[in-house]
Every structure is written in C-alpha cells, then in structure tokens.
C-alpha cells in the first residue's frame, strides 16, 4: 500500500508532468508542502475524515512533500544544471559570436584595407597618368618653344643674309657710282691737263732757294692740322701753305680751267691729280719768299710725295697729328655748321676717311720707315697738342 502510495509520486516525481493534485486534498497538500492551494481544488468546509486515514493521509502526504522535495531540488538541479548548461551555451554562443564579429570584422578589415588599397592604386594611377600628361604637355609646349625659336633664328639669319646682300649690293653702287665719278673726273684730267698752267702740265718747276725747309703736315680729315699750324706760324714765322686751301682758292677763282674738276674732286673725298696741287703749292712757294714752309696735308698720296720731292723739294720730316676716327667725325660735323665745306658732311666725310685710309696713310708709312715721321696725338685740348708739337719743333727746326 505504502508502495502503491508512494509509487506513483515516486514515477510523477521523476516525470513531475504526472502529478495531478486532483489526487491530493488540497488542504493536505497546502498544510504539508507549504505548496500554494491548487486552483481547481474545491472549495468550501473540510469534509468528516477519520484519523487513521488522516494519519494515511498525512503520511502520505509526507512521503509526497518529501517526493516532491526531492523531485523540487532535483528540479532545481536540473534547472541549476540546465540553466548552467544554458549560461555555457550562452557563453559559448557568446564567444561563438565574438569570435564570428571578430572574424567578419578582420574579414571587414581586409576588405577596407584591399578598397583602401584599391583607392591608393586607382589615385596612383590617376596621378601617374595626370602626371605623364603634363609631362606630354610639357615636353609638347617645349617642342614649340624650339620650333618657334628655330623659326625666329632662321628669320633672323633671313634678314641678316638680306640685309648683307642689300649693304653689299648698297655698297657695289656707291662704289660703282665713287668709280664713275672718278672715272669721269679722270677723263676731265687729261682732257684739262694741256690746259694747265705751262709749268704744271709739264712740271718742269724753277728751282727753290736751298736753304728751303718744308715740313709735311699730316694726319685725317679734321684732325686738327691747320689749327696746328696757324700756331706754329705765329711763333716761328712759318709759312703756312694748305694744299686743301690752294685747291679751294683755285677752284673759286674766277676764271679758272680747274674749278669743276676740283669740286668734283673734293665732294668726292678723292685726291685731285697732282699736276695740278703740285703746280699751285710750287707757285704759292715761291710767291712767298720764305724759307721755311709747312705744307698742309700734302703728299696725301705716292706719286705726289715722290714727284714732289723729286720736282720741288724734298720734305724734312712728317709731323703726323694721330687721332681716333670718331673724334675727328665729331670735329668735322661741328666744324661743318659753319665751315660753308662742300666736303663736311656725313657722305663726304666717310669717302675722305676712306681715302685716307687706302691712300694717305701708305704715305706716312713710306716716311716713317724711313724714320722722318713725329707724331703727336691729337686727343688733347689744342693747348697740350700745341705743347707737344712745339717740342718736336724745338728740336727739329729751332
Ligand atoms: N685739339 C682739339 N680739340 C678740339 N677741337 C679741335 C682740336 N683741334 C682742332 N679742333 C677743331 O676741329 C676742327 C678741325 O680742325 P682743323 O680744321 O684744324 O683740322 P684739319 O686737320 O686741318 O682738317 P682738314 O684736313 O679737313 O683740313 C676745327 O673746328 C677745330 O677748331
Ligand atoms: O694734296 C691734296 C690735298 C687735298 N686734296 C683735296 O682737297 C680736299 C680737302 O683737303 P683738306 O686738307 O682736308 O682741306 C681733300 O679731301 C682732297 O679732295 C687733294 O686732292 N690733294
């Protein structure tokens, strides 16, 4: 009886889904569990029960309360364990999730760091090509710059070719022209020689006393000669005679065969045949009746130095008054506002240099080799060249 009491708690405590208080008093199973009244159970007063089957009842209900107990903290434990079981579950779903969050945020991270890298490369080549395209760009507008300089140059070198042509084709004219008047000039000469002045068209000159000193003054156009020699004549009592001012005087005397001849002549920077120069000095010579004579830029060219050495007299020295051509281009400009001078201006001035150059200056080189040339240097106030043309004086005339 305890057995078949007892049992089916024993089988309801071990599955508690078969315990059904419908067996149970409910004041029974409240009095001796403690266990809250089960709600379907009847209400109302206790019915009469006596006391052996109170006792049976209360034993059981005791072995109940204790089956129940047993089943409870079995229950408990299970729970305890199922709930430790579920903690752990947790746990390791937990860590399961962590572990899956870590993995797909390292997986995240990877992705980042790949499209970051994928960014890095796509901008490299962005820069790279943005970079090669300003090199082109560079590299082209340099290419330009070359062509464009290499055209410029080649302009240039067109103009400069041109310009060469146009000076040298300026020059065959203006020498083309310079030979035609001298050509001309030339054929006026002869043509004129017979009518020169008996003594000149031969040259057969009368002699000259011989004590006779001729100094030759020379030096380029506008180089300070003539104001030289004024002062030389004032203080040694020279006579002065300037071929340029004897042919300038025959050329404006009335009457004269020579006048167009010389203009032409003179204009032209060129030296007038020396018939006629050495003529009108030989006469001036022995007009003056002097002894001592400074021949004013005179021989100017070979044939005159020699025929009139040979004819007339021979020179003692060369006073050569050096000075640079744009210092005498200067002097001759200034002195042409006022000079009246067919021959002082710019075009005459340069035809005179020329000439000078390619004629007179071989004559200063035929006297200084034979050592009868003194130079002075003209780039001083006309004070200091007299100064130093005076000691070449003192010591080679007195
Ligand atoms: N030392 C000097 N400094 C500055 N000017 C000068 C000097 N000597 C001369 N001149 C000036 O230079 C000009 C040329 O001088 P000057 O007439 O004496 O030269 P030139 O050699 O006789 O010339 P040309 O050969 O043409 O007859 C004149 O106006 C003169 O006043
Ligand atoms: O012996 C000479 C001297 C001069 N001339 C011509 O006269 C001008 C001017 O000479 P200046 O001495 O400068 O006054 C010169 O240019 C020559 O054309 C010459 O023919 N022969």
Request: charged letters at 30%; aromatic letters at 4%; hydrophobic letters at 35%.
């Amino acid at each position: 009886m305890w057995r078949s009491l007892i049992r089916p708690s024993c089988r309801r405590a071990r599955n508690p889904s078969l315990i059904s208080t419908r067996t149970l008093a409910p004041q029974v199973c409240h009095a001796s569990t403690s266990l809250p009244a089960h709600p379907d159970a009847p209400k109302g007063p206790h019915p009469k029960i006596s006391g052996p089957a109170l006792l049976i009842v209360a034993l059981t209900g005791v072995g109940v309360a204790a089956t129940w107990k047993t089943h409870v903290e079995q229950r408990q434990r299970e729970e305890h364990q199922a709930l430790q079981a579920a903690e752990e579950a947790a746990k390791k779903a937990a860590e399961k999730v962590a572990q899956v969050a870590k993995e797909e945020q390292s997986k995240l991270a990877q992705k980042a760091k790949e499209a970051k890298a994928k960014v890095i490369q796509a901008t490299e080549k962005v820069v790279q090509s943005t970079q090669k395209a300003a090199q082109q760009a560079v590299e082209k507008t340099r290419e330009e710059v070359v062509h464009v300089k290499e055209t410029v140059v080649h302009k240039a070198q067109q103009a400069t070719e041109a310009t060469g042509k146009a000076v040298q084709k300026a020059k065959e004219q203006v020498s083309d022209a310079v030979k035609k008047v001298t050509h001309k000039a030339e054929a006026v000469v002869p043509a004129a020689a017979h009518k020169l002045p008996s003594a000149a068209a031969s040259l057969s000159l009368s002699p000259l006393p011989d004590d006779t000193t001729v100094v030759f003054v020379l030096g380029g156009p506008g180089a300070g000669k003539g104001t030289q020699c004024a002062n030389l004549v004032r203080d040694y009592g020279f006579v002065h005679l300037s071929a340029g001012d004897l042919l300038r005087a025959e050329q404006n005397r009335s009457g004269s065969e020579y006048g167009e001849l010389i203009n032409s002549y003179i204009k032209e920077g060129q030296i007038v045949p020396m018939e006629i120069t050495i003529a009108l000095l030989h006469k001036a010579m022995k007009e003056a009746h002097s002894s001592r004579f400074l021949v004013d830029g005179f021989p100017r060219k070979m044939d005159q130095a020699l025929k009139f050495e040979e004819e007339v007299c021979e020179g003692k020295f060369i006073l050569y008054f050096e000075c640079p051509e744009e210092e005498m281009l200067k002097r001759l400009l200034k002195r042409g506002e006022t000079s009246g001078r067919v021959d002082d201006n710019i075009e005459s001035i340069k035809k005179r240099f020329q000439t000078f150059k390619d004629t007179s200056f071989p004559v200063i080189e035929h006297y200084e080799a034979k050592g009868k040339v003194k130079t002075v240097s003209c780039l001083k106030s006309v004070e200091d060249v007299y100064a130093d043309t005076k000691k070449v004086i003192d010591e080679l005339v007195g």
